[in-house]
């Protein structure tokens, strides 16, 4: 290819450096050659070495991976964690959405821009600055805070709670120390084997980085039933079980497996959909950090189950504990033969890589993942042709997320039966729910479905101060605010489906009276607006529209007619736009009308 690369830049030894160590240690490499797959774990780790990607690294990119200047520079703007401009060695991440923004990140924001200036500036000699960021996936020990420190052996680390008055420097030390908050992320952790506990039971227990301790509780006795099962035995089982997709479109399993095996063209992918970025949401990366074993053995299970020799998990930018916990787990398991070519000693083989996102939450969006993958923009694809025929390289490929395939050890371990058991006939076995906001402990949380929304809430302790609910948030982001009146709402696909709600991707927030819910709904319409992909029109220009509308009423606009012109921006979007994040992102705005967000809130 003829590369018209940008004149006079010229990379540094270390961006050099940084790109040949991406290319050298990635797993996987296409049959025919192409590298363009690397392009965003190139761009990472320029990213990671340097803190921005100069225009002599995309030269140097481009030249290893013979990718066009022009459609790097388009890849790599469309990342929010990527600069391509200067940018301080350190930088502070302040996450402001739901749980956070009411917990009183506002506060924190003030303080770093006292002490480091507008967001993003960096004077000369500053080592440090911050920026806004969506949800990091730390919503139970909200208002929270990620660090990135680039360098040769760059840092990344997110905490929380951060403390407003506390100096940076002091919060820096104490996260690098340990957690001392005293919050524990799963409150049913350690709890008797007869809680009923599926997907948590090892919390607590087992230890995350080692095989021998997975093992002792259970670990791999999946992986050996589905050798004696094989793929039909174990595709069947998954299908009886009445497993539905925990992402949020609640897809049969069994059906998406199936259809991939089924599919007469090779090779098949797996993909695990780790980019968890829904506000309010945290359970995936609890699952990779707490028990990542368990999603590695999944993976095998499925991947064997689905003729699928190559598997990657899609892990979301900022989860870097949950990514490297995973990648020693699969290291453990590829040196004692359960990854690689003949796993367990058979004849069957199956391995993954872990690629790390660069912060877009529309990548959670399986075939926007896929083009971030092979190293294009993370924009949508039209559907059909769906991912079971056309998926990821343009062949047959299995998607699901990590919560969904974690479900799978124990419906091949014991049989369908047990699983199908538990729940309702449409809603089967237990879910996984991200308990934030004004509750007295927050945290993950599992429970059979068919429990109503007033008993989980109640699990959680309650609302401190006994303070009046005034509004839940089901689903996160893009799914629906509910009154204190619909409390007693049992937590099914069908009974939601029904009420006109969404379990979503699990998220319960709680806000009390004190809450200022206008301020919440214009934080998630700017959000949308801010995580279009721009690709269509609805989207792009709806989200834009529906976040004019909602800051003239907080002006004092006419409701009645706003409100009009949001239910047709809604139904505009949900009719016309490429994918699920355009067709979802007035759900919660135009829930929340019937709440009366903007009304004035008692004093507390």
Excluded at 45 to 70: D, E, F, M, T, Y
């Amino acid at each position: 290819m003829d590369l018209h690369l940008i004149p006079k830049a010229v990379a540094t030894s270390d961006e050099v450096a940084a790109i040949d160590a991406a290319v050298r240690n990635a797993r996987f490499q296409r049959a025919n050659g192409d590298l363009r797959h690397l392009l965003l774990p190139a761009l990472n780790a320029v990213q990671s070495r340097i803190g921005w990607v100069s225009k002599g690294a995309l030269n140097a990119i481009c030249r290893k991976l013979g990718v066009p200047p022009a459609e790097a520079y388009g890849v790599a703007s469309f990342y929010a964690l990527l600069s391509l401009t200067p940018r301080a060695k350190r930088v502070i991440h302040v996450c402001e959405d739901l749980a956070c923004r009411a917990k009183g990140a506002e506060a924190i924001c003030a303080r770093l821009a006292a002490t480091f200036g507008r967001p993003g500036e960096a004077g000369d000699g500053q080592e440090t600055t911050w920026l806004r960021s969506p949800c990091l996936g730390l919503c139970e020990r909200a208002p929270a805070a990620m660090i990135q420190t680039a360098g040769e052996r760059p840092e990344e680390i997110s905490f929380g709670p951060v403390e407003a008055k506390a100096a940076i420097e002091e919060s820096l030390s104490a996260a690098a120390a340990g957690d001392a908050s005293g919050i524990v992320s799963v409150p049913q952790a350690g709890a008797p084997r007869d809680a009923g506990l599926r997907l948590l039971k090892r919390m607590g227990l087992a230890r995350p980085d080692s095989l021998d301790s997975y093992r002792k509780h259970g670990g791999y006795e999946a992986l050996e039933r589905a050798m004696t099962l094989g793929p039909a035995g174990v595709i069947a089982e998954v299908t009886a079980s009445g497993l539905l997709g925990r992402g949020g479109a609640a897809f049969p399993a069994g059906r998406k497996w199936q259809a991939v095996a089924s599919a007469p063209a090779r090779p098949h992918y797996l993909v695990c959909n780790a980019d968890e970025s829904e506000p309010g949401t945290f359970k995936d990366r609890i699952l990779m950090e707490e028990d990542p074993f368990a999603i590695i053995e999944a993976m095998t299970i499925a991947g064997l189950a689905t003729g699928c020799a190559q598997g990657f998990v899609y892990i979301r930018g900022e989860y870097a504990k949950a990514a490297a916990r995973l990648g020693a787990a699969a290291d453990q398991a590829r040196a004692a033969g359960l990854l690689g070519d003949r796993i367990a000693g058979s004849g069957q083989g199956f391995d993954l890589e872990i690629r790390r996102g660069g912060g877009a939450y529309i990548c959670g969006e399986e075939t926007a993942l896929f083009n971030s993958i092979e190293g294009f923009r993370g924009e949508p694809r039209s559907k059909p042709p769906f991912p079971t025929e056309v998926g990821l390289f343009g062949a047959p490929t299995l998607v699901n997320n990590v919560e969904t395939l974690a479900n799978v050890l124990d419906i091949v371990r014991e049989g369908a039966a047990p699983f199908a058991a538990l729940g309702t006939k449409s809603s089967t076995g237990t879910r996984l729910f991200c308990l934030s906001g004004s509750v007295r402990v927050p945290g993950l949380y599992e429970i059979p479905f068919g429990e109503t929304l007033r008993a989980l809430i109640d699990r959680a302790g309650g609302v401190p101060e006994g303070r009046p609910i005034r509004a839940v948030l089901l689903g996160g982001a893009a799914g629906t605010f509910l009154g204190p009146e619909e409390l007693d709402l049992k937590l099914t696909f069908e009974d939601t489906r029904a009420a006109g709600a969404s379990l979503g991707s699990g998220v319960v927030a709680v806000f009390d009276d004190r809450a200022d819910l206008g301020d919440i709904v214009l934080r998630i319409a700017a959000f949308f607006r801010d995580e279009s992909c721009g690709q269509c029109v609805p989207c792009r220009v709806g989200t834009v529209r529906q976040e004019e509308s909602l800051h003239r009423i907080a002006r004092g606009g006419g409701p009645d007619e706003e409100a009009e012109i949001l239910s047709e921006v809604g139904q505009c979007m949900r009719d016309a736009s490429i994918c699920g994040l355009g067709q979802t992102a007035s759900s919660a705005v135009l829930s929340a009308q019937r709440l009366s967000p903007f009304a004035r809130r008692p004093s507390p």
